[in-house]
């Protein structure tokens, strides 16, 4: 193996540098494996737009946000013209092995790319933390500290008014930030798309606590519960990204009104929306990103391909992408349970 490339697609993530800067130290320091840098996720296999990585290039990134080699939502397996494109560019460049990193939508493209023979190994990568195969990916960590502290700031703004305050967040398919933030934030209620609720019950649940002298309540809701009309996701207008996804945002909005008119209580609205994916990785994410970058190089050399790298316990192991793709990983009830415990 003389040269492997690695990309990074999807939405951004803190961390994305932290992988970057250890698959190019692995490959050359440990290989001396050449690393091609493709640029904006799978759009940069089809155009061709390319860059040798160095020492140089990951200099100094490892505590930066975003990702020096830009991403996309591309999806190439929507035409037989891309993916021909991504196989003759692999060609073209004279890349021997691929490291994806991205979440569910980039890593099923790889996934693809695997059962057509190319080497190809992946790194989990979401804030949202609902990929299965791995106990954590890395960007949540970060994302939980944001909000945790949002959380806290808008406790004493919320005692003092006396008013309810709905914080969104994000998680499209799954409550992983919402849950954990909640609960290391202390929120009076948690709403994700795990769990059905009934907004009555929530209203009831805030009167309850003003009757008890607690003349606020934090509410945190994730972005991806179905509280829109006829109890659809509220998303930002009718254009989907190119695997399909609409662009979710604003159910706190509805939430919050929902709850001003049932409770009598002013009810205000944060959404924290892309503040949660921005800056710089916390410690944690910064390690884990690194051992996955680590991992990733370990594997294409090992011939592992098709699969991802994954954190089982402290552990850094592997898993097939096929099951970490196939499934959103969900938070469990127990762990529902625990927040629950605080509501009210
Ligand atoms: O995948 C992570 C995520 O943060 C989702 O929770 C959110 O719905 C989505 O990205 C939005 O990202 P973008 O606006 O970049 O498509």
Known sequence: MKKIGVLT??????????????????????????????????????????EPLTHFSVSGILPRGGTILGTSRTNPLKSNESMQKVLNNIKKYGVNGLIVVGGEDTLGVASRLHDMGV???????????DLSGTDYTFGFDTAVSIVT????????????????????????????????????????????????????????????????????????????????????????GEKTDEFGHALLGGVGNVIGKKIEELTGMETRVTNLGYIQRGGSPTAFDRVLATRFGVKAVDMLVNKESGKMACLKGNEIGSVDLKEAISSSKTITPDLYQVAKLFFG
């Not at 932290?18 to 640029?39: F, K, N």
């Not at 080497?119 to 933390?129: E, F, L, S, W």
């Not at 805030?206 to 002298?213: D, L, P, S």
Request: hydrophobic share 40%; net charge neutral.
């Open 149 to 236: 502290e949002a959380i806290d700031r808008l406790h004493t703004t919320a005692e003092s008014h006396h008013r309810v305050m709905v914080v969104e967040v994000m998680g499209r398919h799954t409550g992983w930030i919402a849950t954990i933030a909640g609960i290391a934030g202390g929120a009076d209620c948690i709403l994700i798309p795990e769990q059905p609720f009934k907004i009555n019950e929530v209203a009831e649940m805030i009167k309850k606590r003003r009757e008890k002298g607690k003349t606020f309540s934090i509410v945190v809701v994730a972005e991806g519960v179905e509280f829109g009309e006829s109890s659809g996701l509220v998303t930002q």
């Open 9 to 50: 697609g999807g939405g951004d993530c803190p961390g994305l540098n932290a992988v970057i800067r250890a698959v190019v130290r692995r490959a050359i320091d440990t290989y001396q494996i050449g690393v091609l840098g493709i640029r904006e996720g799978w759009a940069g296999l089809i155009n061709g737009n390319v």
């Open 119 to 129: 080497p190809i190994v992946g790194v989990p990568k979401t804030i949202d933390n």
